[in-house]
């Protein structure tokens, strides 16, 4: 019973602080996403920049 009683206040706790980061959140922002590059600063989309990635990657094939 007292470990039912701990999980739900756990529970109640998470849901609380989700509930704060989502208020604080502005409404219009990207969630986990760079839509510019770090290095040089063009646009990319969260995608990986042409400019800055890594050309070894390839097998020169």
Sequence with gaps: MVIVLIGI???IL?????????IKTPSR???GM????RKCGIRTNGLACPKC?????????
């Design 9 to 11: 206040a756990i529970g």
């Design 14 to 22: 998470v849901v609380a602080i989700l509930i704060i980061k989502a």
């Design 29 to 31: 922002d990207i969630v």
């Design 34 to 37: 760079d839509i510019h590059c």
């Design 53 to 61: 990635e890594n050309k070894s990657k390839s097998f020169d094939v």
